[in-house]
């Protein structure tokens, strides 16, 4: 029998009778032809999917082991192949190296026909020995031939079986197929007569689409690249994957709290990988861990979250320096303090860093700035291995961290900003990364480490009393133990800002003696001396003038101010303070000013009162047992201090300590060391 007998006998080359007609139809009938038609291939596939299952499960068996899958084809079969291969890598994150296609006729073949190439029976052979490294039993090579007989598939297919001893597998659209002998896995695929007779690109290329992209798919599925039927091994390679990449991630973790933005930040971090991002955001673990994690599960997304977890990294080198990190998060500059047994290593500064009105990213910005700028002061000893510092970190280098931040009061930002930080400094252990208040911080010294064991468990409590540029007081209640600190806030009075309160701040203290001056202006007499200094201050020849230089400093100013210029009013009105305490306290032996002393009483009883709001209860906070912790400029006066202690102590309230901590940073690293770095 001639060729031309055998392919006019081949399913795909038989007339179709419902379009026979089809160049008499009208266009609508046309495609209406077409589609009744591709209706059925549906239907033709899923007398398949027996075969392809069967299929799939071989082919894993071979992946899991560093085997390859190779399609090979000719004309429209070739061009699938090719397709379905290229779509692999960026939709699940798959090395190029793990699907490939091969073309009768080459590339160019792809978008040119190559005449004979089809023909050669040792064309394919050649092709598939140019793949290096070469192939291996553990490959498999799939060939596909709508036709069942193209010469340059099926030499490829007894070249690999019979060869090499690799899995073989034959996709066609006719039955019996010449592959059978050939493959090891035959999916004959029966679509019946094309509309356009022989053009197999029609219902046979689309079932041959179907199949390859259940043979894909499924055998990605099985090797873990998906969680559900989401693709969290996508490769972000574009915009629209990109955006796919952020949906998966917050539909797998849909209690997450991260913006977009940081999203992108975390997979950036992690290679662009999906997955590894969502083990980290879930387990609150290291980069590194992650991806050991992911590697020991076999990729399988859900076995790398329940797996042991008590898997230790293996980059963490216990021989190391062990540290600790504390950072000033201050709305005016962020401080950070880095210290080891030994002592305080490293101290650096950067600009401000008020989570509420800076935003979050710029607050984490000037964080990351000056956790750089600390490590690059540490001792060579003690600096890590990779150097400049580059973070986020894949390795463990701090015990504990500890960031008060201010603005950080709500639990969202806090939550928000401990899962960067985590990140950030590859720390997997939450009880490691303390995120508070700037206040909080002050809590440390709450704790008498003088005093205190290391070993014990010991709760206590305290006040914070802030007083600065505005006023707040905290109270507290600190748990420790070792490598362990729980800092739990019990209460909150003043911090309504200048507009509302602040009442015993620096503001408050400028803002009484401007009030004074014009009062007394007003009654027709005559200034006092430390009216005269009030109105230098400001740059006023009169006081009368001190209002327009509040309100309109840039528009009204009659000679040099006697301090630099704030646009800040609340700050060009605190700045005022330093000039009250120098007359109230003067450094002469000249007598106080007699207005100015009685300002700062007033406000220090003021402060006193703030702190005496969260003295109602004495069940949670009894002063007998309790400390009282003062911060800001004006806790560090200690005329100032003495009048809040003897207010409180006329009112009934004596603390068993009292504390002025002028570094909170410097005081609250001290707590980490006994804490998470003692013996």
């Known amino acids: ?136 039993f553990v490959d498999t090579l799939i060939g596909i031939a709508a036709s069942g007989r193209t010469p340059y598939v099926l030499s490829g297919l007894s070249h690999c079986r019979d060869i090499l001893g690799m899995l073989t597998v034959g996709i066609s659209c006719v039955q019996p197929s010449a592959m059978r002998g050939r493959a090891e896995c035959l999916i004959e695929c029966l679509v019946g007569p094309e509309i356009i007779t022989g053009s197999t690109r029609m219902k046979a290329g689309t079932a041959t689409k179907m199949i390859l992209n259940m043979i894909s798919t499924g055998v990605m599925v099985r090797i873990g690249k998906t ?31 991260l913006p977009d933005i940081e999203i992108d930040s975390l997979m950036a971090s992690c290679g662009g990988s999906v997955k590894v991002a969502l083990v980290v955001e879930k387990l609150r673990c290291s980069i590194a861990d992650a991806r050991m994690r992911l590697e020991k599960s076999g990729g399988v997304l859900r076995d790398a979250w329940y797996s042991d977890t ?22 005016t500059k962020c401080t950070a303090v880095i210290a080891s ?15 509420v009105t800076l935003g979050h990213d710029s607050a984490i910005s000037a964080i990351s700035t000056v956790i750089k700028r600390a490590v690059d002061l540490l001792p060579d000893a003690l600096r890590p291995q990779q150097a400049p510092l580059s973070l986020p970190l894949t390795q463990s280098f701090f015990a504990a961290v500890w960031i008060g931040g201010a603005g950080l009061d709500r639990p ?19 009880s490691t990364v303390l995120i508070t208040n700037d206040a909080a911080l002050l809590s440390s010294a709450i704790i008498d480490n003088r005093a205190a064991t290391t070993t014990n468990t010991q709760t206590k409590t305290g006040v914070v009393l802030i007083a600065g540029t505005g006023s707040l007081a905290y109270s507290f209640s600190i748990t420790s133990a070792q490598r362990q600190l729980t800092i739990t806030p019990l209460a909150r009075a003043g911090g309504w800002g200048y507009l509302l309160g602040d009442e015993g701040s620096a503001f408050s203290i400028g803002r009484e003696a401007i009030r004074r001056a014009l009062a007394h202006r007003d009654s027709g007499l005559p200034p006092t001396e430390l009216h005269k200094a009030i109105a230098d201050h400001f740059g006023c020849n009169t006081v009368g003038a001190i209002i327009s230089a509040v309100y309109a400093p840039n528009q009204f100013q009659e000679k040099t101010a006697s301090v630099p210029f704030f646009p800040d009013p609340k700050l060009r009105i605190a700045s005022l303070c330093r000039g009250v305490f120098k007359a109230a306290f003067p450094d002469h032996p000249s007598p106080p000013d007699p207005e100015a002393l009685s300002i700062v009483r007033e406000a220090a009883t003021s402060a006193a009162g703030t702190v005496r709001q969260l003295l109602h209860d004495s069940t949670r906070l009894n002063p007998a047992n309790s400390a009282l912790i003062l911060g800001g400029a004006l806790g560090q006066m200690a005329p100032y201090r003495e009048v809040i202690v003897q207010r409180l102590e006329e009112m009934g309230m004596v603390f068993a300590r009292v504390d002025s901590i002028g570094d909170a940073a410097g005081c609250a690293v001290d707590l980490l060391v006994s804490k998470f770095l003692s013996e």
């Open 1 to 136: 029998m001639s060729d031309s007998t055998v392919l006019g006998l081949l399913q795909t080359e038989s007339h179709n009778e419902d379009s026979m007609a089809i160049d008499a139809v009208s266009t609508l009938e046309m495609c209406r032809i077409m589609n009744n038609a591709d209706a059925t291939v549906a239907p033709a596939v899923q007398t398949c999917v027996p075969e392809i299952a069967r299929t799939i499960d071989l082919i894993v068996d071979r992946v899991r082991k560093g085997g390859r899958v190779m399609y090979i084809g000719a004309g429209t079969s070739g061009r699938l192949g090719v397709l379905d291969a290229s779509e692999i890598p960026p939709t699940f994150s798959a090395p190029y190296s793990q699907f490939i296609a091969l073309i009768a006729g080459g590339d160019t073949a792809i978008r040119r026909a190559t005449e004979g190439a089809e023909d050669s029976t040792t064309l394919s052979i050649t092709d598939l020995e140019a793949i290096a490294p070469p192939l291996s």
């Open 227 to 257: 969680h559900g039927n989401l693709m969290v091994d996508v490769k972000s390679s574009n915009n629209k994957l990109v955006d796919r990449a952020r949906r998966i991630f917050r539909t797998v973790l849909p209690t997450t709290i």
């Open 310 to 331: 008590s898997l230790q990294n293996p980059t963490e080198d216990p021989t190391r320096p062990r540290l600790v990190l504390c950072i000033d998060a201050g709305g």
């Open 341 to 355: 047994r030994d002592g305080i290593q490293a101290r650096a500064e950067a600009g401000p860093c008020n989570f």
């Open 412 to 430: 969202a930002d806090v939550d928000t900003v401990r899962s960067r930080i985590s990140r950030m400094l590859a720390l997997s252990d939450p």
